[in-house]
């Protein structure tokens, strides 16, 4: 047996601790007369913005955004099938990302009980830097899983050197179309919030999992 074609697959995953937590608020108001509605989710917005804004300046917030007001009307309907007078609907949405997790957590034990605020869903993530570095490290580790499976079927053939010809993101070289959902690099994590009565939260990020997987064709000898 001169040589052979040795096709393997390597993977690898890395956990990590997320670095920043971005959360969206929604400041609502509804009645009858839309002019009043809109100031008064003007009103109901002020001290949400005032209190991100204040914890930008100091540093605990490091990224924010508010979205234009937002007003739309809708007639309801009465238990008779009759259409009623129109009622209005205005929204303000408030996104803001915390360096660090007992801040959120402070923020939102003060922010969630005011008159109004909606508070939804907590984003975990890392820097852009760090996420980089991170995908650096677990891609190259799932190369080495590549080589090292490859050597070992090598050995069991008796054949000593081993030599790459091809090494591509999972599913490229099996079909030569990627696999959906299935990228070289790739992370999850995140949380849901839920509101209680509780006179503060307190979060528990999930780690976040940054995953590689390659496929590699190697010429044994």
Known sequence: MSEVIVTVRGEHEARTAPERATIRVSVRAEGSERTNVVERVMRLAEPVRGSITVRADAGSVVDWSSKRLSVRAERPWNNDGKRLAP???????????????????IWVSEASPWDGVEVGWVDWHLTPATRAQIEREVAAHAVRVAVTRAKAYAGALGLDEVTPLEIADVGLISNGQ????SPM??????AAFAADAAPAMEYEPEEIVISATVEARFVAR
């Open 185 to 190: 690099a790739k992370a999850r994590g995140g």
């Open 87 to 105: 009622v209005y609907y205005a929204s303000i949405d408030f996104t803001a990302t915390f360096a660090e997790a007992s801040e959120l957590s």
């Open 178 to 181: 990627p696999t959906p959902g």
